[in-house]
C-alpha cells in the first residue's frame, strides 16, 4: 500500500508536464509584494580617498517614481519614503566633477549604502574635427590619464584596444560608433583588452574580432574591478565577452552572432559580476557561463545557444531572476554549486530540455513560466554524479500560469 501510494504521488508531481489549462487573456506581471511600512537608505559619500563629498545626489528609483537626498559637509545622506518589497531597487550617486556610481539593493527598513565616486579628469578626443583630436582610439588611451573621459564620435575605428588605465570610454552613438577588428593594424584575438580598475565602457559597436577559433573575443576583462560595460553592440565576434577575477556589471549590452558554435555569450570565472538586461543571440555553447562566480543574472534574453545559462561550481549568492531564455538546445544548466537561486525566468521552446542540474545543494527553482500554463508543480530532473549516476528531482512548486514580464530594472526577489 505504501508502495502504491509512494508510486501516485510521483506521478502526480510528473502530470504537471503534460496536463494544458485554459486562462484569461490578462497579462501576468512580475508584481511587486508591498508591506505597509516605508524604508530609508543612509550613508556616506566619498571620494576614494574617503574625503567627503557635499551636494552629492542620491536617488533611489521605484516603480516609475523615485526618493532622492543630498549629503551634506560630512558626505552623510538619508533617503527616506521607499516602500518596502520583496525587490531591488536602484540606487544612484552623482555629481558633476565625478562619476556617477550606482547599485541594486534590497532596501529594508534602515538599510546602509557608502558610495565611492571618482572624481573626472580632463577629457580627450578621437574623430570629429576639433583642435588636437585624436584619429585612433589607442593614440588617446596611450595619452590619457587616470580618472579622464575619451570622447570617440561617430565613424568606424579599425583597431584593437589595451585598456590599462582608469578611464571612461565613451562613443557618440551607439549605432554609428564601430571598432572593428577586421582590418586592424595590430590584428589580436582580444579586440579591446580591459586590464584596469573602474574603467567604463559603453555606446560601441564592437565587432570583427580578427581570430577564426575560440580565442576571438570582443572585450576581456582580467583582474579589473568596479569596471562597467554598458549600452554596448557586440557583433561576430566567437566570445563576446571573457570575465576573469574582476567584479563590476555588464548592463544593456546586445550579444550577437550567426557563427558556428564557437566561444561564449559572457563568460565569466572568479569573478562577482552582476548580468543585467541584455540581449544574447546567437549559436554560442553557452549564451552565459559563469565558473566559481558569485553572479547576478537578471533581465536577460538568452537565445539560440546550446546551453542558454550555465553555472558551475558557485557558492551562495547566485541568482538567476527575470530572464528569458527561448530557444536554446538546453535552456539552464547548474553544477556543483550552493543555493542557486532560479526565480521569475520565462522558459520557452527549448529543444532538449529546459533545466536539468548536477550535484547541488538546495538549489531553488520558484515561479518560473515553463513553456505553457501549468497547475501543479513542475518537476526538473538532476542527477548527483556517481557509478552510476544517480536520478534525483528538484520541484517549481509554483510555476507561473503564464509569461512574465521579466525586462524590467526592477528586479523582483523573495
Not at 501510494?5 to 501576468?28: A, D, G, R
Not at 556616506?44 to 537626498?69: C, L, Q, W
Not at 575619451?150 to 557618440?172: A, P, W
Not at 538546453?330 to 542540474?357: L, M
Request: aromatic fraction near 10%; proline fraction near 3%; charge should be negative.
Amino acid at each position: 500500500m505504501k508502495k502504491t501510494l509512494s508510486v501516485l504521488i510521483i506521478f502526480l508531481f510528473l502530470l504537471s508536464s503534460i496536463i494544458p489549462i485554459t486562462l484569461s487573456n490578462e497579462t501576468n506581471k512580475a508584481y511587486t509584494i508591498h508591506v505597509d511600512e516605508n524604508g530609508t537608505i543612509s550613508g556616506y559619500v566619498t571620494d576614494p580617498a574617503m574625503n567627503p563629498i557635499e551636494g552629492a545626489k542620491v536617488r533611489v528609483s521605484f516603480h516609475e517614481t523615485y526618493e532622492e537626498n543630498y549629503t551634506d559637509t560630512s558626505g552623510y545622506y538619508h533617503v527616506t519614503n521607499i516602500p518596502i518589497c520583496y525587490c531591488l531597487k536602484n540606487a544612484t550617486a552623482s555629481k558633476e566633477g565625478y562619476t556617477t556610481e550606482w547599485v541594486l539593493l534590497a532596501i529594508g527598513e534602515n538599510t546602509t549604502y557608502d558610495f565611492v565616486l571618482m572624481p573626472l579628469g580632463k577629457t580627450l578626443y578621437v574623430g570629429g574635427s576639433g583642435p588636437d583630436n585624436y584619429t585612433r582610439i589607442q593614440d588617446a588611451i596611450d595619452n590619457a590619464s587616470d580618472l579622464d573621459t575619451i570622447f570617440v564620435f561617430s565613424g568606424t575605428y579599425c583597431e584593437n584596444l589595451i585598456i590599462d588605465k582608469s578611464i571612461n570610454l565613451l562613443g557618440e552613438d551607439r549605432e554609428n560608433t564601430s571598432i572593428d577588428g577586421k582590418n586592424a593594424a595590430n590584428e589580436g584575438a582580444l579586440l579591446i583588452w580591459i586590464q584596469a580598475d573602474s574603467v567604463t565602457v559603453s555606446f560601441f559597436t564592437i565587432k570583427n574580432s580578427n581570430n577564426s577559433f575560440r580565442l576571438d573575443k570582443g572585450i576581456t576583462l582580467s583582474n579589473s574591478n568596479y569596471f562597467s560595460i554598458h549600452d554596448n553592440t557586440i557583433l561576430n565576434c566567437q566570445s563576446g565577452m571573457r570575465i576573469l577575477n574582476s567584479s563590476g556589471y555588464i548592463r544593456n549590452n546586445s550579444i550577437l552572432r550567426t557563427k558556428d558554435y564557437g566561444g561564449d555569450g559572457i563568460g565569466v570565472w572568479d569573478s562577482d559580476v552582476n548580468i543585467i538586461d541584455n540581449n544574447i543571440t546567437g549559436k554560442y555553447p553557452r549564451g552565459i557561463l559563469t565558473v566559481s562566480s558569485n553572479s547576478n543574472i537578471s533581465g536577460n534574453i538568452v537565445k539560440e545557444a546550446m546551453v542558454g545559462i550555465r553555472i558551475a561550481d558557485s557558492e551562495i549568492g547566485t541568482t538567476i531572476i527575470g530572464n528569458h531564455i527561448e530557444d536554446n538546445d538546453f535552456g539552464v544548466s547548474i553544477e556543483s554549486s550552493v543555493q542557486v537561486k532560479v526565480e521569475k525566468n520565462n522558459f520557452i521552446n527549448n529543444q532538449e530540455i529546459h533545466a536539468t542540474f548536477f550535484n547541488c545543494i538546495r538549489t531553488i527553482w520558484k515561479n518560473n513560466y515553463w513553456d505553457r500554463p501549468r497547475i501543479l508543480p513542475k518537476s526538473i530532473l538532476g542527477f548527483i554524479w556517481g557509478y552510476p549516476s544517480i536520478p534525483i528531482l528538484n520541484f517549481d512548486w509554483n510555476p507561473a500560469l503564464l509569461p512574465l514580464d521579466v525586462l524590467s530594472h526592477e528586479v523582483i526577489i523573495e
